[in-house]
């Protein structure tokens, strides 16, 4: 048999395996694909799960796993190509937290279809190549239609949809909803709580098609009452019963995973899920990240927090400064001194030569404007003493660019002749605290001992500054947090590297 015989004949064998196996399917369309035993694995579940759609069991398929395991390539990208080329009439709606992620999800599996090796798998499933072929089939982001080799309509469709907006006109035979929430901000609201759900039981769950029907979840954790925890609870007490395939980044104990009556063996403690893309040092660095996105993101055991976010046997305290390499002040200005508003807040911090962070000062209370500039110019002035013996320079004063800020910034560098930064908000609070809550959870963050009976070191602020940061929320149910942005820019500015702040120079 000549060579291109047996070529010939090995790439058959190939496009056979892809025909009937997810996995396959996937290396077949994607070569470059970096697979390990999780994708095998998950693949094999997302084959079950089409063939009980198949047979009418209606499956119900949650799967979590961290962020960048590639679960979302095979489960919301891969797989519906392959769903319909295997059943081209059927209808699938995939829904993501944005129409916008959903729509380039759909596109993303466009091209998928429109892949000669796809053609060479499935030649009776294809796109129309304009918005409307000459059958009329639909192609857009949103919607688009299956037709044949021929160009007639091949009946089935693909619908992509934001979570919590409407799906009008469309039954479903396979539902896709891939993260439902873009974090932990959105998930742990009790108004999008009920309003996620609200949508899941009078929107989404109306569209399945009454025979032949399947739901799959894929998530990463970020809250117990997240879409599938308040699935999972309702599950419970006899609700919908929901097959869980959960992978966390890194296994707390011996794992097995049973599967068409074969039970396999995966990891033993300590094993990562995907070394080949994840490798030791990424999941250290993830655990640094901090308990809360750890425990959640990457384990799959989310926790609901109240306050407890922050604790305050995290924080290191000192007595005795180490060598300071330089120094900063960070402001978070009030607009308004009524007692319901927040305070202001100058904070003033140096970095060590131990790598840690130091916060050596702070003076807090409710200013009208023209205070506000005089207590900023004389903070400024206290501390911008030059001691060549221990140099430890004020590289500046970091101020938020914000209306009361705005101003503030102007005149202190006219009054007070001070370098002043302007700090300008793309994220939000509880984004900016659990960006360093792993950097103050692992000991990098320093404050004066509040019981050292040295004046220079004894705070009288630094009971009230711990007292507010353990009191800080995610649910943003705390009373004051003008603290906290402060103590977040610097640790940001002074630890986070490449998470750098971004403060503009005025």
């Known amino acids: 048999m000549s060579n291109l015989a047996i070529f010939e004949k090995l790439k058959q064998q190939r496009i056979e395996q892809a025909r009937q196996s997810l996995m396959p399917f996937v290396l077949y369309t994607k070569q470059d694909y970096e697979s390990g035993w999780f994708n095998e694995l998950l693949c094999a579940e997302m084959d079950q799960f089409l063939l009980d759609v198949a047979a009418g069991k209606s499956p119900r398929l949650m799967i979590f796993a961290p962020p960048r395991s590639g679960k979302s390539e095979i489960a919301s990208r891969r797989f519906p190509a392959y769903a319909l080329g295997r059943f081209p009439s059927w209808n699938i709606i995939a829904c993501s937290y944005s129409s916008d992620l959903a729509n380039r999800m759909s596109r993303d599996t466009q091209r998928v279809i429109d892949q000669r090796e796809y053609a060479e798998l499935f030649p009776d ?33 693909y619908r992509a949809a934001g979570v ?32 996620v759900m609200d949508w899941y039981d009078t929107t989404f769950f ?133 007692n319901h508003n927040d305070y202001s807040v100058f904070q003033l911090w140096g970095m060590g030569e131990d790598g840690n962070a130091y916060m050596l000062d702070q003076i807090r209370g409710k200013w009208e404007a023209w205070e506000l500039e005089i207590k900023a110019a004389a903070f400024y002035q206290k501390h911008k003493a030059y001691d060549p013996k221990h140099p430890s320079p004020i590289r500046y004063m970091a101020i938020e660019d914000k209306a009361s800020g705005t101003g503030l910034i102007q005149n202190i560098r006219k009054k007070a002749g001070a370098p002043v930064k302007a700090i300008p908000r793309g994220t939000d609070k509880v984004t900016r605290v659990l960006d360093v809550q792993g950097f103050i959870e692992s000991g990098y963050v320093r404050l004066p001992d509040p019981s050292a009976s040295h004046s220079h070191t004894a705070a009288e602020w630094v009971s009230d500054f711990i007292m507010e940061a353990e009191a800080f929320s995610l649910e943003m149910s705390h009373a004051h947090d003008d603290q906290i942005d402060p103590m977040c820019d610097a640790i940001s500015d002074m630890l986070g590297g490449t998470k750098s702040t971004g403060f503009d120079w005025l």
């Open 164 to 195: 919590n907006g409407g799906i009008t006109g469309q039954g479903m035979n396979i539902g896709i909803i891939d993260d439902p929430a873009k974090d932990y901000k959105t998930a742990a609201s009790a108004a999008y709580q009920e309003a």
């Open 206 to 338: 109306t569209r399945r098609d009454p025979k032949l029907n399947g739901i799959v979840i894929i998530l990463t954790r970020w809250h117990q009452l997240d879409l599938a925890g308040q699935l999972l609870a309702r599950a419970e007490k006899g609700g919908e019963q929901w097959r869980v395939v959960s992978f966390p980044m890194e296994a707390e104990k011996t794992e097995f995973h049973e599967l068409n009556g074969q039970r396999l063996k995966l990891r033993e403690p300590g094993d990562i899920l995907f070394p080949e893309r994840m490798p030791r040092e990424f999941v250290e660095a993830c655990k640094r990240s901090g308990s809360l996105s750890w425990n959640a993101l990457y384990q799959q055991r989310p926790t609901t927090k109240g306050g407890g976010v922050i604790k305050s046997d995290w924080f290191g305290y000192y007595r005795v400064l180490p060598r300071i390499k330089w120094r900063a002040i960070y402001a978070d200005t009030a607009q308004k001194t009524a």
């Open 125 to 157: 499933t294809a796109l129309s190549q304009s918005r409307t072929g000459s059958s009329g089939a639909i192609r857009t982001a949103e919607l688009w239609e299956t037709v044949k080799a021929d160009g007639d309509l091949a009946g089935g469709s």
